[in-house]
Every structure is written in structure tokens, then in C-alpha cells.
């Protein structure tokens, strides 16, 4: 569960923190007059995000469908202890409230950046 939670951190679908990041990105792209540009910068994003989804889908899909002519009886059932899930669910816990409240942590960083320089 937590492996598809960054998947889609990756791809940048709402609320994760990579859709925070492409959407200033898109927006900044839209408010500047300079043409086609303005417009292409947007759908370069969507692409990207797109292609994103496309190479990491089948590492995904074989990692959680690996097939009907896999051997599942050799397996042997393991469950991780929280010294593995702990860091797991802290960076996907991470990623979701860095993508609902942004403007936290851009403020934060900006007064640190005004702070140094």
C-alpha cells in the first residue's frame, strides 16, 4: 500500500506533494505572456506525468500481479516488523500532508532562504 502511495507521488496526482510542485510550475507557465510557451509548458508537465505512469506501472503491476504461471506454495509468509513499515509510513504520511498544506512548509522555507541570504 505504502509502495503505491509513492508511486503516485511520482506521477504528482493530487493531494501528493509532486502534484504541489508541477501545479506552480503549470500556473507560473500560464500567467507569463510569452506565447506558446505559456501553453507548452503545461502540457510538457502532463506528458511528463503521463510517462511517469507508464514506466513505473508494470514495475507496480509485477511487483503486486506477478502472473498465473507464478509458483506461489514455495513462498513463505513474512510480515515486515516496524523498524521496515515505520520509515515507510512515515515518508507516505509525509508526502500527503506536504501535498494538502504547501504553503506551510513554502513559507517556511522562504523565510529561512531571506533568513541565510
Same mark, same amino acid.
Given at each position: 500500500?505504502?509502495?503505491?502511495?509513492?508511486?503516485?507521488?511520482?506521477? *504528482?496526482?493530487?493531494?501528493?506533494?509532486?502534484?504541489?510542485?508541477?501545479?506552480?510550475?503549470?500556473?507560473?507557465?500560464?500567467?507569463?505572456?510569452?506565447?506558446?510557451?505559456?501553453?507548452?509548458?503545461?502540457?510538457?508537465?502532463?506528458?511528463?506525468?503521463?510517462?511517469?505512469?507508464?514506466?513505473?506501472?508494470?514495475?507496480?503491476?509485477?511487483?503486486?500481479?506477478? *502472473?498465473?504461471?507464478?509458483?506461489?506454495?514455495?513462498?513463505?509468509?513474512?510480515?515486515?516488523?516496524?523498524?521496515?513499515?515505520?520509515?515507510?509510513?512515515?515518508?507516505?504520511?509525509?508526502?500527503?500532508?506536504?501535498?494538502?498544506?504547501?504553503?506551510?512548509?513554502?513559507?517556511?522555507?522562504?523565510?529561512?532562504?531571506?533568513?541565510?541570504?
Amino acid at each position: 500500500m505504502v509502495l503505491r502511495h509513492r508511486f503516485y507521488s511520482l506521477i *504528482g496526482i493530487p493531494p501528493t506533494c509532486a502534484f504541489v510542485s508541477k501545479w506552480f510550475l503549470a500556473t507560473g507557465a500560464l500567467q507569463e505572456p510569452i506565447g506558446i510557451f505559456s501553453y507548452l509548458g503545461p502540457i510538457v508537465l502532463l506528458v511528463s506525468a503521463l510517462l511517469t505512469a507508464g514506466y513505473l506501472m508494470p514495475v507496480v503491476a509485477e511487483g503486486f500481479f506477478p *502472473g498465473a504461471d507464478f509458483d506461489y506454495s514455495s513462498l513463505k509468509k513474512y510480515e515486515p516488523n516496524r523498524y521496515m513499515t515505520g520509515p515507510l509510513i512515515i515518508l507516505a504520511a509525509c508526502s500527503i500532508l506536504i501535498g494538502m498544506f504547501p504553503t506551510e512548509l513554502i513559507n517556511f522555507f522562504t523565510d529561512l532562504a531571506k533568513t541565510i541570504f
